[in-house]
């Protein structure tokens, strides 16, 4: 029997057994978010104090998601993996002793929830990456769908049995629970054998590595744009979570299994909303899809703040559910798909830095409106926020996913030095001399106006174009690199995209020589009689 498009990844063995294993880690994450809202509902009475739970797990994602993404584009990321889930059961085990032993204080649960929120900022863009290395490209819309159903399905029932857990053994027996769901996945991590590619350059320092991954992003149009519409969806959405237990208690006057209840029907929401995702994706164009996230979210909210009935609020719930779906897992897989291997930790990061830095700053602001101003002003106000990110696609709308190939072109072959060069030997400057027709210096500007964005993009500086005011048809491209190792690097992060930009230029370019000669110098500002690299007698070496 064919299965349907949706689940074509679960073809794969590894992916299958690591779904299998997130669900049953998803499904202890609701259950001790349950127990943590609660408990602290139960601890203070202040709607502020409430949201900063969610708040506190959503601000470690946005601090240090960018050192994640560095890490997991520049080592093992299995490793990196295995050790932030082991942080996390490590300091839930730590939250549920503490509630266990009676010693637990707000602020006190705050920290705990801070700390397991630290191991999803470093597990999440480390497993969003890893995506591509465990199913193909073809699979990775259907994988990410998967991922945000699976998590959907487990909220459908984990809220549910997590109000029940609290209501019958208390918020420490949540909390047992999470890190006893955990341990599978620990050991489908440890089963997994992904085949990494080999790397030929030394891995980079986690700074210079952050400071690539932006420039990408900077220079990545696309980018930007998801991660602009992602923080204006975050920061307004959020209040749903931020503020459920409040809209439980006073509004429905409820108790945690209420609480359980609402968040469940969230998730049949977001469960219905992942299984149509990919049906939209293939009909309707990117910007419409997150239109109607937008536009069913806002909705969804003046229903939920306007109303004290437990049926409006399921209804209002599962609308919400199905727009949050269609709009994060459609910025997740637009980020995914526009950016190489290389740098796609990095640009994820980047991405939930935005989006979770919005949920922690919306956190913040609903509950300390609500509590000025009460509910259904927060909510109100949180709507007309997402009616402006819809419109905002009016002027940035997210555009459809590339065809191009992302994958390294391959082309480039390291030249070999005849000076003792060092991988931190620089700066380098690189001259690159074009002989253009005067009929085609019109596009050929245009393409160097491209060449110009790629070369910053994958980390050259001071990029230049200069014209021979004697022999006109000459130009020269020059850029600088900090080091040779970087020169490398620059060079190897060239795509299969990225050829149609050099040929193009290739072939405008006129010499009885060939192709364009390229120099590649290193600047020196004097040369002392012992200089460190030293022309060699016998021939190129190299690194």
Known sequence: MKLPVFLDPLRHQTYRRLWSATMMSNLGTLVQTVGAGWLMATLTTSPAMVSLVQASNSLPIMAFSLIAG??????????????????????????????????????MLLGFTFLVGCGSALYNPTWQASMGDIVPRADLHSAVGLNSLSFNMMRSVGPALGGMIVAIAGPAVAFVLNA????????????????????????????????????????????????????????????????????????????????????????????????????????????????????????????????GSLIVACLSLLLAGASWVLALALFNVTVQLSTPRWVVGRALSFYQTATFGGMALGSWLWGALAEAQGLPTAFALAAALLGVGGVLGLWLPLLAFPADELGPLGRFRAPEPMIDLKPRSGPIMVMIDHN??????????????????????DGARHWTLMRDIERTEIWIESYHVPTWIDYLRHNARRTVADAENSNRLKALHRSTEGEQRVHRLIERQTVPLTDDMPPRSDGPIGL
């Open 180 to 307: 006893v769901l955990t341990l599978p996945l620990i050991r489908a991590l440890f089963v997994w054998r992904p085949d990494y590619p080999r790397a030929d350059l030394p891995p980079e320092h986690v700074g210079s590595a952050i400071g690539a991954g932006l420039r990408y992003v900077m220079m990545s149009p696309a980018l930007l744009r998801v991660m602009l519409r992602g923080a204006i969806f975050g920061t307004a959405a959020v209040i749903t979570l931020a503020l459920l237990p409040l809209v439980a208690r006073d509004m429905l006057q409820g108790t945690a299994q209420t609480y359980g209840i609402l968040l469940g029907v969230f998730g049949l929401g977001a469960i219905g909303g992942g299984i149509a995702n990919t049906q939209l994706a293939r009909r309707l164009q990117n910007e419409s899809v997150v239109r109607l996230g937008f536009a069913g979210y806002a909705l969804a909210l003046l229903g939920l703040g306007f109303s």
């Open 70 to 107: 560095a890490l997991a584009d520049t080592y093992n990321r299995r490793r990196i993996l295995i050790f932030a889930q082991m942080a996390m059961v490590l300091a839930s085990a730590a939250l549920a002793v503490t509630a266990w032993t009676g010693g637990l204080t707000p602020w």
């Open 436 to 457: 253009i027709a005067h009929q085609d210096t019109e596009l050929f500007l245009q393409l160097m106006r491209e060449r110009r964005r790629i070369r910053l993009r």
